[in-house]
């Protein structure tokens, strides 16, 4: 099958059951998307489909032919981070770092859709766990990158 990863084609010869997260890190060695869970609930796996998070976990590769995935290999580029990225950095947000690159993405995906969004609308878009509690920080960050 044939899939858009980061805006290349990318053809893949995989069971179509197989969870994108495996895709991405086994296959395609894009190992920036990480494993908390595998069941849907922690959010470290988070890609963007066409824009939107999407939790590589539980997304089979067999629903993805044709659409947009977007990982955080790709948020920034080189030499030109995200607005996110430098805002991460500019607050010091991770700790560990482990569920970050999916909360980056969540935050991408919420950027773009309400450009200045409240504390309600970033506690309602990113659900993401962080067992550092970094919750706070990742909140003023995406302040941030909003301006
Ligand atoms: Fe996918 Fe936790 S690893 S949601």
Known sequence: MELQINGKPVRVDADPAMPLLWLLRDVLE?????????????????????????????????????????????????????????????????????????????????????PRPTDADIDGAISNLCRCGTYQRVRAAIHRAAG
């Not at 939107?52 to 997304?59: E, F």
């Not at 993805?64 to 080189?78: C, F, N, S, V, Y």
């Open 30 to 114: 894009l190992t920036g998307t990480k494993y908390g869970c595998g069941i849907g609930a922690c959010g470290a796996c988070t890609v963007r489909v066409d824009g939107q998070p999407v939790r590589s976990c539980m997304a089979p590769v067999s629903g993805l032919q044709g659409r947009k995935i977007q990982t955080i290999e790709a948020l920034g580029a080189a030499g030109k981070p995200h607005p996110l990225q430098t805002a991460w950095i500019a607050e010091q947000v991770p700790q560990c770092g482990y569920c970050q690159s999916g909360m980056l993405m969540a935050a991408a995906a919420l950027l773009e859709k309400k």
